[in-house]
Each structure stands twice: as C-alpha cells, then as structure tokens.
C-alpha cells in the first residue's frame, strides 16, 4: 500500500498521530500538497459514507475528524504556499432563540471534513449576524440549524435577510428536527438536509450547480 | 449525599400508582397514593412569541385548555395533572408566562368547581441561563427572570414547581458526541448537581414562601439528548443506557434541596429517584411519540404516578386538536393501570412486570430501568460518599448490569456496540479515587472556555 | 342466516389475539393465532386529489409509508398490518387507487425482504354509490369504479379486502336523528344486509380470481355515526348502544358470504362477529383519538386481533410525522398484549378483564361490548329465523342487557335517558313477527324518495 | 295560560295534534297569524336552548320542529292573506365530493325553526349549483358543510365562486368537523359555527348586522 492509502486508512481508524507521521512522510517524500489534500478528504468521505450506512458513531467519526485536523496542522502551511485554498467558505449557526448545538456541530465537522472553510457562529444567532459573517466571509453557503419549532419563523426571517442583501451571493441551506422539505420551499431556502450525513452531498451539489 | 438508605429496596416495591411518601396536592389529589394520573401537556403550534402575537397565544393557551377540560369532564379522570412547560420568551418575559399560568389556573378552577374534576398545575419556566455563553448560571438577567417566572407562576396558581435545568450541558454535549463517559460524568456529576444545589435551593425558598411544592428536575437535556442521538444511530444505545443511570446522581439534587416529586415527566431516570426517596415520579412513554420516539414505550409506565404525553402542539387532527386527543389516550392508558390496581398489588405488579418484559430485552436503554436494575443503581448511588463517586458508581454498576443482562441472554445488543462495554469501563476504572483529583483532570481535557467554573462554585 | 351457533359461546373464551379459525396470510403472519398485530392507518394532509396533485398524492403515500416502516422495521413487530382506506376520488378513479396500492404494496415487499418485517396490505376502496341519491347500487359508472379498484388493487398487493358499505345509510341517517329504532332495523337489517349480499358476493369473486381473501366489512357510517351523535349529545347513549348490537346483523353478511377477517377496524360490532363466526377482528380504541374520540378506549381492545389507529392525516408533530407516532403507539399497545398472552391465557384473561372494566360501567355502549353481553347479543342472533329478526332480537337483548347492568348498578346511566329504555322497548315490541309485514309497515313510514328499492331486490 | 302559552307548550313537548288543535283555537279567536307565528318561532327557540344546555337530545327537537310544520300548515294561508313572509331565505348544502347530511339537516331544521325559509340543495353539491341557488331564491344567507378533510378545497371554491358573483348579496356560513374559525377567515367565509345550534345565532347576528 501506497502511503497516501496508508494515510487514509489511519484517518478512517481516527489514528492521529499515525496519520499525522504519514502526512510527514508524503510531504517529505514529495507528494504535492493538494494529492494529500484530496487523499485526506477522500478518507473522511469514507467515513461518512460508514456513518451514514450506520457502520460507525459520531464519536468514531470525531476521532477520525480530530486526525484530520491533526494531519491539516502539517499541510496548511505547503497549501497556502502553493495558494491552494478550500473550495469555499460556508457559514453555520443555529437561528436566535435557539440554544441546540449538537446538529450543527454535527454538520460543521462534517464540512470540516469534505475541506470546506466553517465559520461557525455559535447558537442563538441573530439573522444581521449571519448577514454580517457571509458578508465578510464572502460565503458560498450559510447553513442555519433549528430544533425549536418556536424559533422556525426566526429561521424564515434570516432566510430573507439573507437573501434581501445583494452582496451575498450564497446558497442558503436548512436543517434540524422541526424542518421539512416543504417548509425550506416555503421559506426560499435553497436546500434542505433531513441529517448531517446528507448535508455534505447537499451542499457540494448546490455549489456545482451555481 | 442526604439520602443514604432506599425508600424502596426492593424491586418487587417499585410500583405504578403507588410511593411510600405520597404528594397530596390542594384539591386532594394523593400522586402516589395508588393512583396514576394522567399528566397533560402541549404547546403553541408554529407561531412567534412577541407583544404582537400575544394575544394569540392566549387565545391558543386558553382554547386548548378549555377543549381538554371539556373532554376531560366526560372522561372523568381521578384527577388531573397539568403541565404548562413555558417556551422561552415567557421565562424571559415572565409576565407572559405568568399571564398564561393564571389562565390555565383559572380553568382548572372552574373546572373543579362546576364539574368536579381535581387537577393540580405544574409550572416549568425554561432554564434560559444557557441564552449566553459561558453563562452566568447565578445572577444577570437571564437568571432574574427564571426567578421571576417561578416565583409569579406560584402566586398565579402554578401548586408543582419544575424545570428542565442544564447547568453542565455546555460540556455534557460535546461528551456526547465524542463518547467521553469521564466528561459526561464531570458534565452531570460536578458541573450539573453544585448548580442543582444552587438552583433548587433557590426554588425552596419560593416554594415555601408561596406555599406551594417543589416537584423536581430531569436530566432531559443530557439523558434524552443520549436517547434521541442513540435512536439516530450517532452514539450507541450501550453509551446511552449508561449515561441515563448517570443522570440520576444529578437529578436526584432536587429532591436533597426539598423537592417532594412528582419529579418530572421526561426524566427517565425517574424509577431510580423514586427508589431512593420513596417519592412519586412522573413518566412518559408510547403516549409521548407525539413528542419522540423512544425504545421506553411501556417500561417507562412501569413505576410511574403521573402518566404524561410530555408536550405535543394545538393542530388539528381528524378526530379534533391534537392535545385533546392525547388527553383522551392518557385517561384510557391510567384507567388500565388504575383498574389492574384495583385487583391488588398482586395483580397490578403483573401488569408492571408486562410493562416491562414489553421493552427491556430490546435495548440496554430499557434494560436498565427495569425495577432489578433500577435497585441496584439506586443502592450504587446511595452507597457513595458523593456525587461525584455516585456517579461513577452508577456507571460503573449500569455497565456491569448491561453485562449480565447480555451474558443471561436478557438483553439484545448489536454487535458493533459490543466494545463499548469494555470501552466505558476501563474509561471509569482509570479514575482517581478522590474528587478534586478528578476535577483538576477534567479541568485539563474540556473545553474550559465553554464554561465559568466560578458560576458552578468551583 | 348461513351461522346457526357460536364460534365462541363462552364469554371466557372471549380475548384478544385468539380466534378459533385464524388467518393466515402470504408472509406467515397468522391473525388470531395468538398475537395481535399493530394495523396501521393513514390518509393525506389537506389537498385536493386531482390529475394536477397526483404527483404530490403519490409523494405523500411514499414518505408515509416508507417513514413508518423504517420505525417498524426498530421497533420490530411480529408482524403489520397496513391499511389503505382510498379517498373517494381514488375508487372513482380506480387506477389513482391501485397505483397507491402499488406503492404500498412495493413498500411492504422490500420492508420483508431486506428486513424480514411480515406485513400485509389491506386495501379499502370507498363505497361512492351514494354519490348519486337515489344510488345505483348494483350497477352505473359508481359501482363499476368500485369493481375496478378491488380488482386492480387486489392485483396491485392488496391481500384484505375491506370497505365500509353504506347501502341504507340513505335511511339510516334520518332514523339516528330521529331515535327511531324501528326504521334503523329497517336500514341495517333488511336494506343493509340485502345491499351486503349482493356486494360480498361480489367481493367473494373477486378475491377468488384474484388469490386474496375478504375480509370484512364494517357499520361505520351506522353505528360509529350514532357513536359520534351521542358524543356530541345530540343522541342518548343508550340508542347509540343498542344501534350496535343491531349493526352485527349487518356486518356479519359478509362472513356469510366468504369473508374470513380480519373485519375492520372501526366495526366496533366485530366482538360480536368473532362470537359468532371464530375469524379474527381489527380493533380500534384509544389509540384512533386521532381520528375520533370515543368510550370505548381500552374495551375495544379487549377482544380485537388487530389494533389500528383508524386514521390519522400526514401532518408533522414535534416526534416526527403523526402517521409514524401513531404507527409506534400501535406497537407498544401490542407489545403489552402479547406479553401478557406470553404468559398464557389465563394472565392474558386478566389484562382482559381490566381492559374491559375500564369502560363497561361508564358508557351504555362500552357495556354492549362486555364479554358477556357479546354472547348474548351473538347468541340472539345466531337463534334468529332470519335478519330481520336477528336485528329485532339483538336490539331486544341489548335493551335487556343495559336495564340489568344499570339495575344491578354496574352500568351508570344518565338520568335524562333511562326514559329511552321503555321508549326502544316498546317501539319493537309493537313490530309485526314476519319480515314482510315489517317491510310493508316501514315503507309507508320511512322517506321513500332516498332510495330504489329494487335497487336493494326488494 | 293564554292559548299562545298553552301552543308554546304543545310545541316544546312536541305534541303536535294539540300544537294545531290550539293553533287553530287562537285563529278562531281572532289572534293576529304574525302573533301566532312569534310563538312558535319562541318554542323553537327554547327547544333550541335547551338542545344547546344539552337538556334534551335531536330526536326531541325533531319531534318539536314536526309540531311547528304541522302548525305551520294551518297558520301559512294566513300568513300569505297578510303579506307575511320569512325574513329571508337561506340555502343550504354539503359541499361537492362530500356526502355527509347529518349536520347539514340539523342546521336546516333549526334555521326552518328560526322560519328563516330554508332551501336545502342536499349533498355533493357543486359550486355552480349554489351559486344558481343562490340567484334564483335570492338567498341573503348560504350555508356550506362539509365533514370530510379532503372536501374543504371544494368549500374554499365554493365560497370564493359565490363571493366573486355580482347577483349574489349574501353570507356565506360554514361548519362540519374539520372547519375552524381561521378556517373560516382564510377561505373569506363570514361566519363560522361550531356546532348546530349556534348556527341560528350566527345567522340571526349575521343577517342584521348587514
Ligand atoms: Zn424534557
Ligand atoms: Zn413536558
Ligand atoms: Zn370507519
């Protein structure tokens, strides 16, 4: 096995510092920078795949996750050289009056995973500061979590916010308990995930289609 | 730890309907006087909480209530239990939850009063202090309107104080998805039962002040999540089972400041808090799947005095507005319970033991409240020198309980979940023997900047 | 009258989950053989049903149906049953009701080959002759559509066949509104059961060609109509009560035409029918409250072999779609009656009898449905000469029933109705003995405009 | 008691051969029709109220609302001679697609009580049908009714073809299990009754304040 396979299988089996010490190798070995990107990346696809066909826990994919990171630590600075940078950048955060975290945390980390850049802004978001964050970040996403069913029309409202301002240009995606495929229509969202595992294909459908 | 010996010590005691130290409420109600009650609840639909909306959610509150009672009257419960689980803007503005209380006080009044229907009304404002983060878990705004909220819902008719409290959660939810049984016990045990202490001392004193009774915490924000993420197939149903029996040593706190139960619905650990303080405990199961799904079904009707359908919202079904129709459900399933009780305990234990034998080979997360296991967690918990040791010792006896019910070919566990039990128990065994000890651990490996440890007194 | 002594003459041998002649259907689930069955109910969410929506109808059924198995196939059932009870558009055009079936019935098939869930389909077209009045009963562009859909559904997977018939509804209407006894034994006994035989013989044919089996037929639009007037104080409870034991006349038809059960659901005369014919019987009680509110929540379970949720509308609750949380009630409620059968009959007699208590004092309807009065009500009607008479003697026995159960103070009756037990009394006593003369005597006193009697073969 | 108190009696007990014997008395005795006609509308009424306090059941009330038709007979060429009509007329139906007549009759026969002259088009009844109606009999009140779910897209039609009719100067009612009072607001209906006997209020309220 090639050590970039290696590579992947370490991140499949969350072993960090394995999979960190073959992040050395291939760098020192001269694999360029956006081959071990794209092994790495295939690798917690992999694992996604294995969460969403019920094989494997979140935690086991936290530690795959948490590898990742680990491995990323090493590469970024050969990235940034070579100017390689992730796809985009997607906003996340649950809507005002909502205090859940477990989904979104769930769907950044996934994202983390698929190497888009999160910037997650935390629970309880106030729809001008999600405006405000895809309007800095120039995101290509905003992805608005909710568990509430009470904070829904919190949801509708920044869905508008967002797509009222004419300096963003993103793809506005939904998702939590309360939330249905009808109800993103209703409320102009361009997409809707039923779970986390969903929202990476989600999101990398939408933004090839854009 | 107050409580050092059970009130019920043996599992052929634990019983629906039936607590050595029953509640009797003002209109004479006795909660585990041998009798179950139903305990109604519901929510608004989807609608906005602001001054503008106000009126509306009124009008909602008091349709609803007047459409259950109505029904109510027909269906002539023993008597009725009603929660009113405020969302949270009526915490935040407590004079709308106090408003809505007075509402729903006002019917059950009449209610008594035309047609003779005894009910009690439960308040439980929200925990809104985890609004800001890190939180302020003692003072601020947040916490003055919880304040306020108790204290005007008492006085405008509320008689059972409650909450849903979630002083730990900040951490607990990150043990969740990582699996981290040491850090779920830091979350419940360290973090959750000094705020427990705090919190429902300060209910104490409202309670006694408006003559009125605290009824008792649940560990939902941290037991149920566990459940809802293991139903989704994010964390193993093993890692839940073992978190619920962590959950009591938390929720147990409560009733240490002065709670006298019914402790509340959602709190599945509930069974164990009835085992250690004799108290009655309230409990939802297949009667809540308009609130979730749940591998509790009829085992969490085993031992329960109130019989809840935890929260469902005022739409319309076929057969009229959805919590009327689980009002009806509820009053049908408690006349079962209440009939089979009225052949004996003989009888009614049979009618428990089927209850049980329904759910608990099925998942370790009934598994572990059958009326054995809840003994033996409850006597762990007791047995312990502190919270901290209890909770440890609550996984530890829950994960050896999982073993045994696997090994005697009781319990069904899939086989991915299998490593696990070792996973979690070698991740007990590993730690220090002594609190503080384990705190400066912890302190090490959580994220410490999701929490002020000045506002849990540490 | 093809059933001249009972199946079950016992009130004892009377319970749930036990039928002396079970069914057994394609993927092994035997109804009657000692399990009861969740059967699961559905209907779509406010839309129209046109060539337009059919894209969404079809969406709809494929998340209700493919939601509800992926929690059946969790929660694990020893088997299901589904029903698909069209809407009246679906019959008129046959072929939107079998491709419903289709999906359904595609649905089921791969829910038992991938998971192993045994389950079978029974399809309920919808009785639309009366939409012209006076209705074709026996031919016309209705009754072809009708034809079609059970035999395009059939074909589609439907295993059950099932309807809720409605020939002398026309009449049977206005004698609820009138608390005429008389006129109601006119609409079920002679209009009913002749409307019955032409249409199950029908039926009988079809599932012949076809592989499948009748099942059975239900007095819905009778005696849950008068259920439903009497909820609505609009009707005493005591006539609603003696309406059903005269609708078994009726329903039982179509056992004497080949139907072999399960009857359906909301046929809450079918104890009466298994009594009588040995087949097993869907029920439904407090788990329909979606669909209706009734009192008979816990009694209708007492001796049903199927337990359905009647209907409920596709609409989100906060655990998920309400279709779903139902479907999980359903489980959990068998779930307990199979565990009790677990320990023989005699426990499972015992969960009986309190199903039974729960109800029988409180409502003249719930104690038409005791064991005992069942037998009695079936034993009336298996010694009549003919259905006419068979009607006349189950009214009779019921009226008898409810004057000793309320007199031997185990019935409680209001005080404005016990004038409606002389009153029914004396209305039958006054009918002449021979079919004919009564036929003769009601058509000059019922409204004649509302039907065609030869429509009926009279 | 005077013959009129006496026929109110005869009306509420339901007796409807004494109800015409004291019907006929006060005519002979020379008491104006519309005199006559006020007391029998007023023991409609009472039947009414005490169906509505649940003191007595529908078969009653049908008993009462027979005694009154047969009165009625004897009072009606009277009535005719003097130019005394019904307030107004109303027409009634179950909507199309739905069969349900139980409500619908119960509504007829109370609002026949109030002598509102009632025009029952009977069940599965088009649109265009009421709209004719309505025209022809120049109906100042339409009553809809439906029970079934799948039925109430035919009474937002319904309501809204007789609302878009220019000939047509009427309320529009509804009721049936699954209509409630936003329901009513929604489709543009004017009035909304929960149950049977508050269907006459309703319209009595309606009526003048038009
Ligand atoms: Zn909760
Ligand atoms: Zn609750
Ligand atoms: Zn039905």
Chains 1, 4 share one sequence.
């Not at chain 1, 995973?113 to 935390?122: I, R, S, T």
């Not at chain 2, 839940?240 to 959602?266: F, N």
Request: with cysteine; hydrophobic share 45%.
């Amino acid at each position: 096995m090639s050590t970039l396979e290696n590579l992947g299988q370490a991140i499949e089996q969350g072993d960090r510092n394995e999979a960190e010490r073959l992040t050395q190798e291939a760098i020192d070995a001269g694999v360029g920078p956006q081959e071990i990107l794209d092994a790495l990346v295939a690798a917690m696809d992999e694992v996604g795949r294995r969460f969403q066909a019920n094989e494997v826990f979140v935690p086991e994919m936290l530690i795959a996750s948490r590898a990742m990171k680990q491995c990323m630590a090493r590469l970024e600075p050969l990235l940034v050289e070579k100017g390689i940078r992730p796809a985009f950048t997607a906003v996340i955060g649950t809507v005002e009056g909502d205090l859940h975290d477990i989904g979104k945390n769930l769907v950044a980390m996934m994202w983390r995973g698929a190497n888009f850049n999160v910037v997650d802004l935390g629970t309880n978001v106030a729809a001008d500061k999600f405006v405000a964050a895809a309007r800095e970040h120039g995101a290509r996403v905003v992805g608005l979590s909710a568990l509430l069913t009470t904070t829904m029309p919190a949801m509708k409202r920044t869905v508008e916010a967002l797509k009222a301002d004419g300096a963003i240009d993103a793809r506005v995606v939904i998702g939590g308990a309360p939330v249905t495929e009808a109800f993103a229509r209703d409320i102009g969202a361009d997409g809707f995930a039923p779970d986390a595992a969903s929202a990476v294909q989600l999101v990398r459908g939408l933004v090839e289609a854009a | 730890m107050r409580f050092r010996q059970l009130a019920i010590d043996s599992p052929d005691n634990l019983l629906f309907g039936t607590a050595p130290r029953p509640l009797t409420t003002r209109r004479g109600m006795v909660i585990g006087g041998g009798t179950v009650y139903p305990e109604f609840n519901f929510t608004l639909p989807d609608i906005a909480i602001d001054e503008g909306s106000m009126p509306a959610v009124r009008r909602q509150y008091q349709q609803i209530i007047d459409d259950a009672l109505r029904r109510a009257v027909e269906l002539e419960p023993p008597g009725l239990v009603v929660e009113f689980e405020m969302l949270p803007p009526m915490t935040q503005q407590p004079r709308w939850g106090i408003e809505i209380t007075a509402i729903l006080a006002e019917a059950l009044e009449q209610a008594h009063a035309r047609h003779g229907l005894p009910s009690t009304l439960r308040i439980t404002p929200n925990d809104t202090r985890e609004f800001e983060r890190p939180a302020r878990m003692r003072h601020g705004p947040y916490w003055e309107g919880m304040r306020q909220a108790f204290d005007g819902a008492a006085a405008a008719g509320g008689e059972l104080l409650s909450i849903e409290s979630v002083g730990g959660k900040e951490i607990h939810d990150d043990a969740l998805m990582a699996g981290d049984l040491p850090a779920a016990i830091f979350a419940l045990c360290v973090l959750g039962t000094r705020d427990m202490r705090f919190l429902w001392s300060e209910l104490a004193d409202i309670a006694q002040a408006r003559g009125v009774h605290c009824a008792g915490d649940t560990a939902c924000g941290f037991g149920n999540t566990a459940m809802v993420l293991a139903e989704q197939k994010l964390v193993p149903r093993l890692f839940a089972a073992v978190i619920r029996a962590v959950t009591a040593v938390r929720s147990l706190v409560a009733h240490e400041c002065g709670a006298v139960g019914p402790g509340k619905d959602c709190g599945y650990e509930n069974p164990i808090l009835k085992a250690i303080t004799g108290m009655p405990m309230a409990g939802e199961g297949k009667t809540a799947a308009c609130a979730h799904a749940s591998p509790l079904g009829n085992i969490a009707a085993a031992m329960c005095d109130t019989w809840s359908n935890e929260s469902v919202q005022n739409v319309k079904l076929l057969g009229g507005m959805a919590p009327t129709c689980y009002l009806e459900q509820l009053v049908y399933d408690c006349r079962l319970f209440n009939r089979a009780m009225d052949h004996g305990p003989s009888a009614a234990t049979m009618l428990r033991n089927w209850l049980v034998e329904s759910d608990s080979g099925l998942d370790p997360q009934a598994y572990i409240l059958t009326p054995h296991s809840v003994v033996a967690v409850a006597r762990a918990i007791v047995a312990a020198p502190d919270h901290y040791r209890a909770g440890v010792a609550a996984a530890a006896t829950a994960i050896d309980l999982l073993r045994e019910g696997h090994e005697a070919g009781c319990l069904r566990i899939h086989q991915r979940e299998l490593p696990w039990l070792d996973r979690m128990q070698r991740s007990i065994e590993a730690l220090p023997e002594s609190e503080s000890a384990f705190i400066e651990q912890m302190m090490g490996e959580v994220d410490t900047t999701r929490f002020n440890p000045a506002e849990y007194g540490l």
